[in-house]
Structure formats: C-alpha cells, structure tokens
C-alpha cells in the first residue's frame, strides 16, 4: 500500500495530472480554484519540457490548449464556473477538431459572477455541451480527495482514448478540502496519435486539425461519426457507485459533495428503520441511465440530491422513463443540503409511499 499524503484537492488533482503526463498548463486565476494555477506555475517549470502559461483570458487560455491539443501532448486547463462559460467556444472547438483535453470545473455559485461558495448549477451546462452545436463531453464527478487524483488519471486517458475533451466537475468543498490520499500513479497508457500535428519530416503527408465544413454534406458526416462514438463510450463507460441498494425502497441519487452528505443521511435513516440507498453517478456524461432504470422496478421513490434548482432530477426521470416519481432535495447558491435536509425529504418520501 502506497503511503498517502494530506493535500488539498485543488493541488491533488494538479498534481495527479504532472504524474499522468500533462506537462503544459495554461489558465487564469478565479476563485475558487486558483490554487490549481497556483500550484501548476510552481511545478510545471521545474520538469523539463514543463509549460505553464497565466493567459491574459479564459478565451486566451482554452485556445491555447486547443493548440497544444493538436500536437499530441496531454494538456489541461482549469476555471471556475463563470470562466468555464468564457471557454465554451473554444471547448466546442476542441469537440469539433476531435482533440483530447482535460478540462477542470471548480464550481462556485451562480449565475452571474454569484458567489465563490460550492455549487453544483454547472451540471446541465457540462453535461449538455457547454458550447454551440452538436458534441458531448465525459463528464466526471469525483467526491473525495482520492476521486480527485483518481478521476485526473481517468480523465486523460478517456480523453486520448475517445479523442475528445474530459471536465473533470468539482466544487469549492472538494478543491478546498484537505484529505489523505495516495497519489501511486500505477501505469500511464499511451495512445497512438497518427493525426498529431508533429512535423512531416518528409516522410508523411501534411495532418491537417480542423472544425470548419463548407460543405453540409461533410459536416453532417462527421456529426454523425462522431455521435456513434459517443454511443459507444455510452455503452462502455459508465460509472457508477451502490450504496445500500440491496433492499432500498427510496433511491437517493447525488454526486459530488452532496453524495457524501446523503450517504450519512441513509445511514440514519436505515437507524430509524427506514429502507433507503443510493446510487451515485461517478460519470455524469455517460450518465448512468440503466442502473437507474434497473432500480426503478425496485424502489418506491426516488430522490434527486442537488446543490442547484434540480438539474439533475430531469434526467434521472428520463433515465427511469418516469416510471416512479422523483423527489428534489437541494440548496443552491452556494448552500450545502444538511443531513437533516436529506433525512426530512427521505421521511416524507416514506410517509407519500403507498
């Protein structure tokens, strides 16, 4: 067992991403996820190769990483909510010219310049594509400091394996947080890059990385290839965590930071006698849309645990196709739901179950 280190999540997951081969960086600074910039511009230009670049925007900084991108190297930027709309053209350029990239959302209250306390109210702009037209990105929840370093590692080898961008979604509780982890990197899978922009060296034609289609015939083609991947990674790549399912009357589902708060609300429910569980979606994009139906023929009810006005409860009704009713316990600018929040819904769910 590898010995863990006490860190903060903002700096764990800067961290995991030197280790996973990202050696360029380029941001600016918004609270409250600074501390990845932070520490990135100390690390990065003691490794040789190493770049870190503080652009003078948010849209300076996601164009560069498109650039970095198209050469093959694993590259990152981070932001907090506000700043991650600034990117949103530049992410769907990314998405267009088919580049792999890890982009990290600290989230903070909103809209508007909000506040900088956590918040869970980027949820539909990740995981409906945070950009104009048709693309999708990974999308990944982590809820503990672990999942933070874990979760960096997923993110860019999902991203070289689908070429394609990863946000890696957090908030201000797990960039600011402080908990032990292991940062054991284990293997770093490498993929092939044929279409690199690396230099021809005389020995190939010119690669050519691109998003523009003259052509409505060409571009339709290449929606459409690119949505059968995205089927696939459907398919295969969804994530998700049980917790105390096995006999569940009422299905609690939350991620992020709301899911640790759930997880001691059922546990004083099941104190108080009360069948409960939870399933909680590690990827938010593929979302994790069959166990969620397959929990529908189990359970009473189901309740949507949010830090937002209840995105998430529209797709776990589509997921379950409706067939149970959904619940929405939340918080939102900023506020975190108490145990006490979770467990009164939970209560009310039981006393509404016929």
Known sequence: ??????????????????????????????????????????????????????????????????????????????????????????????????????????????????GIQPSQSDYTQATKGPGHGDFRLIVLAPASVQEMVDMTFKGFELADKYQMPVMLLSDGTMGQMMEPVSLEAGEVKKYDKPWALTGTKGERKPNIVNSLYLKADELEKV???????????????????????????????????????????????????????????ITLWPFPKEALLKAADKVDKFIS?????????????????????????????????TVENVLGKIEEAIGGTK
């Open 1 to 114: 067992m590898s010995e863990k280190v006490l860190m903060k999540g903002n700096e764990a997951l800067a961290e995991a991403a030197i280790m996973a081969g990202c050696h360029h960086y380029f941001g600016y600074p918004i609270t409250p996820q600074t501390e990845v910039a932070a520490y990135m511009s100390k690390r990065l230009p003691k490794i040789e190769g190493g770049v870190f670049l503080q652009a003078e925007s948010e849209i300076a900084a996601i164009n560069m990483v498109m650039g970095v991108a198209s050469t093959g190297k694993r590259v990152m930027t981070s932001s907090s909510s506000p700043g991650i709309s600034l990117k949103g053209e530049g992410i769907s350029y990314i998405a267009g010219c088919d580049l792999p990239a890890l982009i990290v959302n600290v989230q903070r209250g909103g809209p508007g310049l909000g």
């Open 223 to 281: 929606n459409f290839e690119r949505y059968e991947r995205y089927a696939k990674i459907e398919k295969e790549e969804a994530l998700w965590e049980e917790y105390r399912m096995e006999d569940a009357e009422v299905c609690i589902v939350a991620f992020g930071v709301a899911a640790r708060v759930s997880k001691n609300a059922i546990d004083a429910a099941r104190e108080k006698g009360i069948k409960v569980g939870m399933i909680r979606p």
């Open 305 to 337: 645990v949010e830090l937002n006005m209840g995105q998430m409860k529209d797709d776990i009704e589509l997921a379950i196709r409706c067939k149970k009713d959904v619940l929405l316990c939340n918080r939102t600018g900023g506020m975190i739901p």
